[in-house]
């Protein structure tokens, strides 16, 4: 068995950061959106990424995977946008097989309406509270560890 290569003192502190950022971050974000949109952050992120994609459409099986998603979650979410009238479903005409999703008129509008507050909440706890330098650090690093976690660039974040 190979010897474990327990933490430096260092690592373990950068890592226990790291591991509380992730924790405590995201309920900051979902909160804002509940609170000014109604809106999980997932609804969010489902939201935001068709109104990023051409004509505001993408196959279910790519929005499930740029959102890190099961489809089963995807298509109970989507669901709960399309009752409120801000995605809808439409057969994929490429594919008969497969299904579109569409961000409608309603739905681009809350986009449009919801990114400035989430925008504020991303400055507010992330973005404003680095220097430039750190800022760039921060990318760099981010950009060194999704090359680990998302080697296929499924999420759709590196270049």
Request: glycine share 4%.
């Amino acid at each position: 068995m190979d010897e474990v290569r327990w933490l430096t003192p260092e690592q373990l502190r950068a890592w226990i950061q790291l591991e509380a950022v992730a924790e405590l971050l995201p309920p900051v974000l979902d909160s804002q959106l509940q609170r000014d949109a109604q809106l999980t952050h997932f609804e969010y992120l489902v939201l935001a990424k068709l109104s990023e994609s051409p004509e505001r459409v993408l196959r279910m099986t790519a929005l499930a995977a740029t959102t890190n998603s099961t489809l089963p979650r995807l298509s109970h979410v989507v669901s709960r946008l399309e009752a409120r009238g801000f995605v809808e479903r439409v057969p994929c005409p490429g594919d008969r097989r497969a299904t579109n999703a569409h961000l409608t008129d309603a739905g681009w509008e809350k986009v449009v309406a919801t990114a400035p507050g989430h925008v504020n909440t991303v400055r507010e706890h992330v973005v404003d509270l680095l220097t430039p330098e750190q800022l760039d650090q921060l990318g760099e690093i981010m950009g060194v560890l999704l090359q680990r976690l998302d080697p296929e660039n499924t999420l759709r974040i590196l270049p």
